[in-house]
């Protein structure tokens, strides 16, 4: 009976094993022909395509930013250093070069070790191939299969990838697509983003840190949890000695370095130059509407892998963000001072039609709210992150709050430009993307105040005023244009017999005497000299335009200055050099211009960079020798707009245009005084602080080290006079002194013949 009881539980034995092994079967069987979804043909596998991240590099092929959906760049088995591939075979798959997709010793370790004893540290049993086929894939919910299912599936198409690819094919395919901490996609953008370097360039330390955090992660991720990154890190040297990879020596040297993170951000607000990628992520998406792949579909620029290569200057970029950083953050302190208790961003009204331009107050008026519901909306506080010079902070506020907060900020742009060729190399849109994301270089446009002022002298050196023409600086009311009576900053225009000479009003920025240059030379004149200069925005046909009362963009008056540093010749700004799909082939490539028409002689350039000169030598820009202690070759001109509203500064060398713009986001917050608001004071200091970065840098000697050509000796003759000089008693007693006279708003061909007599009585010989 014994022996029949035992039988007995036998069979039920076998029955069990039998039974368990059918369903192991039939759940195995119905899983390859697809009950539980399609799995992929060989066919399918051989054609993987995982979206890649299509990349932006600046002039010298260094990644500025990317643009994706998943954060992944691929990387050839060739760039893989032999300490990162054998940190990932010891640590996930020690006998990976032995199986073929499926490691059956391992998976039953797992199953005898976490199933019948209970013991977690057996691992996972998947192999690398297996995990392959999870990163590519997925896995699906199937209720209470889903375990068993998702690992049929992924040990059916393991063994698919390893009849189609080699060892190094699979390991290579895995780190491309293996997902690494902060939604980092690929061993390429992880070793980027973790420590700012290239895959080939990995340490031993770094790849075993990165495959470290393979287990978990975000358990093991090194920047919010360093020392149990380094822990992890540690234990993937040791997995290395156990499979002989490296010795113990290797081992507790390596183990024995501090984990060091060189953490760099890709995410679309932030980084280095923000304003940048974003605006070149507009052209090119315009760009790729135009072009088709080889089998006639549209681009992606977010899956595509496509490399975009720009004209900007890396370097010269976070040397342009520093010095606009450090410059903006002291004179924001300046600026609210200056208005104590007064601040305009405080003034009610101010406010009142502040919020209703917010899309909130917008939203909540189309839904009918009356204006008491919604200003109660608008007060409710939650925390709210607000920017701040001193790093941004969490505060309990309301959306009113953080408007009043927000008004009260100066903001920047700050382009420079190549003027050869019109290259961009450096470009700062605003003082923060992720908070202020208007840009100021291209889509802002404000009135440009003295900047203005060399297209005047410009047209009046082309129209044959002679640089050395005496000029009075004694205001004038003019009476056909609503007695408008413009004035300079100081007494000059107290002194009524006192005449100063074209160039010493231009460098130091006389606002009578440019009205006067342009009434003689007429508006016409001007506005078509504007446009020989690369300017399209339309110009006021006024008087005011002498003073800068035409609103341009950064980008646009910075075009037009090019002619001083390119014989006279614009050069049309450009930033995308070509693009280039994910196998190396061009699709877009800029093409080379034809040589611009020449907007003025070579005569008046030399000209007006000797004048130029002396407004940063002795004029309205002298800060940048006295203050800086700049000694590179420059000329430039400031600006200050009326009531103080904007400060502008553009600085000139022979191989780099600086054009910078400071004010506020709202038009109607200016400068409480001139002393803060002026150009000089406002706008020039980032141009100073960037040039000190660049002259501290060797490798930029040639473009600071850089010195205008000597003028000719005609300019030389030109220009050799006084500055100023006193009506003699003749003309004193002669003359009749007027205050008042209407402003000459003959058309240019009228100008032309009436001109002479005006000429006349200003040239510094009698």
Request: with cysteine.
């Amino acid at each position: 009976m014994s022996f029949s009881f035992q039988n007995r539980w036998v069979k039920w034995i076998l029955r069990l094993i039998t039974a368990g092994i059918s369903v192991l079967f039939l759940l195995w069987l119905s899983v390859y022909i697809g009950l539980w979804g399609k799995l992929p043909s060989k066919t399918e596998l051989s054609a993987i395509k995982q979206a890649e991240a299509t990349l932006l590099l600046d002039a010298n092929e260094q990644l500025l930013g990317k643009y994706f959906i998943f954060d992944r760049q691929m990387v050839a088995y060739e760039d893989l250093p032999k300490h990162l591939v054998d940190a990932l075979v010891a640590t996930e798959d020690a006998r990976f070069f032995e199986h073929g997709g499926v490691d059956y010793t391992s998976l039953l370790r797992v199953v005898f070790k976490s199933i019948l004893l209970q013991d977690d540290s057996a691992g996972g049993g998947s192999t690398i191939s297996q995990q392959l086929v999870k990163n590519i894939y997925g896995r699906e919910h199937h209720g209470w299969f889903s375990m068993p299912v998702n690992k049929i599936k992924e040990m059916i198409v393991a063994k698919r990838f390893e009849s189609l690819y080699s060892k190094q094919d699979i390991l290579t395919l895995y780190l491309n697509t293996v997902p690494f901490s902060d939604n980092t996609f690929g061993i390429e953008s992880a070793a980027q983003k973790l420590f700012s370097t290239t895959t080939q360039q990995l340490s031993l330390a770094e790849s075993a840190t990165l495959v470290g955090t393979l287990k978990a992660s975000h358990s093991y991720n090194p920047r919010l949890f360093p020392e149990r990154s380094q822990l992890r890190r540690d234990v993937v040297l040791k997995q290395m000695v156990v499979n002989g990879y490296i010795d113990e020596a290797l081992q507790e040297k390596t183990s024995s370095e501090p984990l060091e993170i060189d953490y760099r951000v890709f995410k679309h607000d932030d980084g280095t130059a923000a304003y940048f990628r974003e605006q070149v992520r507009l052209d090119v998406v315009k760009l790729l509407d135009s072009l088709k792949t080889p089998d006639d579909k549209p681009y992606d620029l977010y899956k595509d892998g496509l490399t975009i290569y720009t004209t900007l200057d890396l370097s010269m970029q976070r040397y342009a963000e520093a010095a606009m950083a450090q410059h903006l953050k002291a004179l924001q302190d300046q600026f609210e001072r200056g208005y104590g208790k007064n601040a305009p961003w405080l003034n009610q009204n101010v406010i009142a039609e502040k919020i209703k331009t917010l899309s909130l107050y917008k939203s909540l008026k189309q839904k009918k709210w009356d204006d008491k519901k919604i200003m109660d909306s608008l007060n409710v506080k939650s925390n709210h992150k607000l920017f701040s010079w001193e790093g941004d902070t969490i505060q309990l506020s309301s959306t009113i709050d953080s408007l009043k907060h927000t008004l009260k900020f100066l903001n920047t742009g700050f382009v420079a430009l190549e003027p050869q060729t019109g290259a961009v190399k450096a470009y700062v849109g605003g003082i923060d993307y992720g908070y202020f994301k208007y840009d100021h270089v291209l889509k802002s446009k404000r009135q440009v105040g003295s900047t203005f002022k060399p297209i005047v002298y410009t047209a009046a050196l082309e129209n044959g005023m002679d640089p050395c023409t005496y000029i009075p600086v004694k205001a004038v009311t003019y009476t056909n244009q609503k007695d408008w009576k413009p004035t300079n900053s100081g007494n000059e225009e107290t002194d009524e017999h006192l005449n100063y000479s074209l160039g010493y009003g231009l460098s130091h920025s006389v606002n009578t005497i440019a009205v006067k240059v342009l009434e003689d030379v007429g508006i016409d004149a001007a506005i078509t000299q504007a446009q020989k200069m690369g300017i399209t925005s339309e110009l006021p046909k006024v008087p005011s335009l002498a003073l800068g009362t035409a609103e341009l963009s950064l980008m646009e008056l910075a075009t037009a200055y090019t002619a001083y540093a390119n014989h006279g010749h614009i050069s049309k700004p450009f930033y995308i050099s070509k693009i280039e799909d994910k196998d190396g082939t061009v699709i877009y490539e800029r093409e080379t211009p034809e040589e611009a028409t020449e907007a003025f002689s070579e005569e008046t350039r030399q000209l007006m960079v000797e004048i130029m000169k002396s407004t940063i030598n002795s004029g309205t820009a002298q800060r940048m020798r006295s203050t800086y202690g700049l000694q590179n070759d420059l000329a430039g001109k400031t600006g200050t707009t009326q009531n103080n509203k904007d400060g502008w500064f553009v600085g000139v060398s022979p191989k780099l245009i600086m054009a910078t713009w400071v004010g506020n986001n709202d038009h109607r917050i200016g400068f409480s005084n001139t002393g803060i608001g002026q150009g000089a004071n406002s706008a020039l200091p980032i141009v100073a602080l960037f040039l000190k970065q660049l002259n501290a840098d060797s490798k930029f000697n040639d473009v600071t080290g850089a010195q205008f050509e000597k003028p000719s000796d005609a300019v030389i003759a030109a220009l050799d006079c006084d500055s100023q000089k006193r009506d003699g008693f003749l003309k004193r007693l002669f003359t009749k002194n007027r205050d008042e006279k209407e402003f000459d708003t003959d058309d240019e061909a009228d100008k032309k013949e009436k001109k002479g007599f005006f000429s006349f009585l200003k040239k510094k010989k009698d």
